[in-house]
């Protein structure tokens, strides 16, 4: 029986086991791709306080290193269910079943995709799903983005700021988030407005060189530009807890700071939780927190 079972060794993960495995929890990290999880995609990360830049693959070895060092184990098997049973929790792996006084949900999120030609190949050369992390490498320079959801607004307020212009592409007339920030983002002179419209081709040398873009009656239009942000959504990977798990109508596990899911006992981390900034310095907070309150529990438990 172990303590601690980690669902995920991405950065959530991977700190939630540090913490455990220096508070003496016997640990298992369970993970269904490679270690690291969606920080591997980041060329450069210059927003972690300390390293100046690391790039996302030093940076996930590191975090693996420092957990397998500290003695977590760490299992390379895909989670297909949990179980919550009086005395004890289950999770059942492609392979085994395993059994732990405490789980940690850590798998985190994926971005939804566009679904277009040289989408995987260009990332991190010219397309990126996040304006907060590397928003900084395209200073005046031109950038799209595409969505229409708050996250979309969102990172084109931020983009507008440190680009020189900002196309927004979105596929109706009308956005889906807050009136506010549209306000906001109509005050402002470098942001043109692309409605009715979908980006449907990526035009590349070795990075990005411009997309077409193209409108509802089927008009194209070739748009030179340096970075496109796509930020269409996220997809929680919480598809395998939502049998006991209570998820919000996105399927985020609902949970605050204190990462409490609705199960005494079962905890949740990093990107697959509700919460209002999804970096990798929250994330890693994340696992400090629910490792805390995992032991935390434990101790209750046995008094
Ligand atoms: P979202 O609200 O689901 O919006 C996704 C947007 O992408 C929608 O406008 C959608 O178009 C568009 N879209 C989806 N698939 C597409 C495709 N294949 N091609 C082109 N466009 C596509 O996602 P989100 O913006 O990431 O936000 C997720 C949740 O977090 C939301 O509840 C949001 O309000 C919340 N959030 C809140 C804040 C905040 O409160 N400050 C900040 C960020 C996010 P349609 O509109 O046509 O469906």
């Known amino acids: 029986m172990y303590d601690i079972i980690v669902i995920g060794a991405g950065p959530a993960g991977l700190t939630a086991a540090i913490y455990a495995r220096r508070a003496s929890k016997k640990v298992l990290v369970l993970e269904a791709k490679t270690y690291g999880g969606q920080i591997v995609n980041t060329l450069d990360i210059e927003n972690y306080p300390v390293e100046r830049h690391i790039s996302g693959f030093d940076f996930a070895t590191k975090l693996y290193n420092q957990a397998k060092d500290l003695g977590a184990e760490i299992v390379f098997e895909k989670v297909i269910d949990i179980k919550n049973n009086d005395e004890f929790k289950e999770v059942i792996t492609n392979k085994q079943t395993y059994k732990a006084k405490t789980i940690i949900l850590a798998t985190g999120a994926d971005n939804r995709k566009l679904g ?65 920030t549209v306000k906001d983002l109509k005050k402002k002179n470098n942001i043109e407005f692309i409605y009715n419209s979908n980006v449907t081709k990526l035009n590349a040398n070795e990075t990005l060189e411009s997309i077409e873009v193209t409108n509802k009656v089927g008009q194209t239009n070739n748009l030179e530009i340096d970075g496109l942000f796509i930020a269409v959504g996220r997809i929680p990977e919480n598809q395998n807890f939502a049998k006991i798990i209570e998820l919000d109508e996105h399927g985020y596990v609902k949970a605050g700071e204190d990462c409490h899911t609705n199960i005494p006992g079962i905890f949740v981390a990093g990107d697959n939780r509700i919460k209002s900034l999804r970096q990798l310095v929250t994330a890693t907070s994340d696992g400090a927190v629910a490792a805390t309150e995992a032991v935390k529990y434990i101790r209750e438990s046995e008094k």
């Open 116 to 180: 277009i030609d040289n989408e995987d190949k260009l990332l991190g050369k010219g397309i990126s799903y996040c304006a907060t992390c590397d928003g900084a490498f395209y200073k005046n320079k031109i950038v799209a983005v595409v969505g229409g959801g708050n996250t979309a607004l969102e990172e084109a307020l931020y983009l507008s700021d440190i680009a020189s212009t900002v196309y927004l592409i979105h596929r109706r007339d009308e956005f889906r988030g807050s009136d506010r």
